[in-house]
């Protein structure tokens, strides 16, 4: 079967490929979450843990924030809020790390930035 890629190009759609799109859950077809904004969106390197709330759209039970990449520990409050813990008393020198979120394999296409800062 063929199908178009996010890039709009035709491509062999395959099991793998459908897979991907299903909810975690196996309840539907994962739908993309959308990522608007973080609160706090900065921490002071050596500070104390910090409660960060990512704001958007289409968030379920099994959408993961994604923090530079990797999936964190996330806490679902509702379909528009999820929320996770940032540590910044483990972070070195000032830095700014990408933040989206992911449900199932269908990640957001936006991000939004996290900024630790010199203390």
Known sequence: MAALSE??????????????????????LATRPTVTSISPNTAVVGGPDVTMILTGADFTPTTV??????????????????STLVKPSTASGPFTIPVT???????????????????
Do not use: K, M, Q, Y
């Not at 957001?108 to 900024?115: D, G, H, K, L």
């Open 7 to 28: 890039e709009g190009l035709l491509r062999n759609f395959t099991a793998e490929d459908f897979s991907a799109l299903w909810d975690e859950s196996g309840d539907g």
């Open 65 to 82: 924030i994604l923090w530079n990449g990797s999936p964190e520990p996330t806490t679902f409050i509702d379909s528009s809020h999820i």
């Open 101 to 119: 979120a992911r449900t199932g394999a269908r990640r957001a296409r936006s991000s939004v930035n996290f900024t630790f800062t010199a203390a």
